[in-house]
């Protein structure tokens, strides 16, 4: 697609529930981000794919987190048994080049705004 | 340790007119990039510029230029011109051969208001 797709834009969730958010990269990029945006701060990492495999999963804060890309391309982060303090914006970013390389622009997508009641 | 600084909360601008937003950083790396990225209230994270630590001259995208202080470790967005679709979320960001595979790291960001 032309751009990063990020769905649901808004989800609402019952304290304990499980939610998927999904993410949609640039078709053919190699590197897929997720983020944690809360209220008031800049994105914090969370984990990082390259392809299929997840290099990184150190940002995520605890083991109800769980990220897959399966095929290499779509992408859904798992929040089980969410918690208030889980409500923030979750954002997809993807890049297709890999690793540090200077200017390894990621581009974003608009984001999952995730509030827990 | 805090990687990116944006001490600036929030700026206000008057339309037509520059503004500054201010960034440092803190790395150890000598081999590093620096990105602002602007964020409207719809969410999307949009990239501005980029700068290279081995870059000799400021980069510069239209209306967006980097000062960029290596001394100092500073690396301020200058928006000349100011429009009123400027006002967002500006964030600083910066990814250093440290970073875990290209990984960014973010500013708390400034808040931009341009005014008629």
């Known amino acids: 697609g032309a751009g990063v797709s990020q769905s649901p834009r808004y989800k609402v969730a019952k304290r304990g529930q499980d939610v998927a958010l999904r993410c949609d990269p640039i078709?053919?990029?190699?590197?897929l981000f997720w983020y944690q945006q809360a209220l008031g701060q800049g994105p914090e990492f969370l984990t990082y794919f390259q392809n299929e495999a997840q290099l990184d999963k150190s940002g995520l804060p605890s083991d109800r987190f769980f990220a897959e890309r399966p095929e290499g391309s779509v992408s859904t982060l798992k929040i089980q048994r969410t918690q208030q303090e889980d409500s923030a914006v979750y954002l997809c970013a993807s890049s297709s080049r890999q690793g540090f390389s200077g200017a390894n622009v990621l581009t974003f997508g608009a984001g999952s705004r995730l509030t827990v009641l | 340790a805090q990687k990116i600084t944006q001490t600036q909360p929030g700026m206000f601008v008057q339309e037509k007119e520059a503004v500054t937003l201010d960034c440092t950083y803190d790395t150890s790396d000598p081999s590093y990039g620096l990105f602002w990225y602007k964020q409207p209230s719809s969410g999307e994270m949009i990239f501005l510029i980029y700068q290279g630590s081995y870059d000799q001259q400021n980069a510069t995208e239209g209306r967006y230029s980097l000062n960029f202080q290596k001394a100092r470790k500073s690396a301020n967005l200058v928006i000349s011109a100011s429009q009123l679709g400027d006002s967002a979320m500006y964030f600083c960001a910066m990814n250093d051969r440290g970073s875990t595979l290209g990984r960014l790291y973010f500013g708390r960001g400034t808040q931009l208001t341009v005014w008629p």
């Open positions: 078709s053919g990029h190699v590197s």
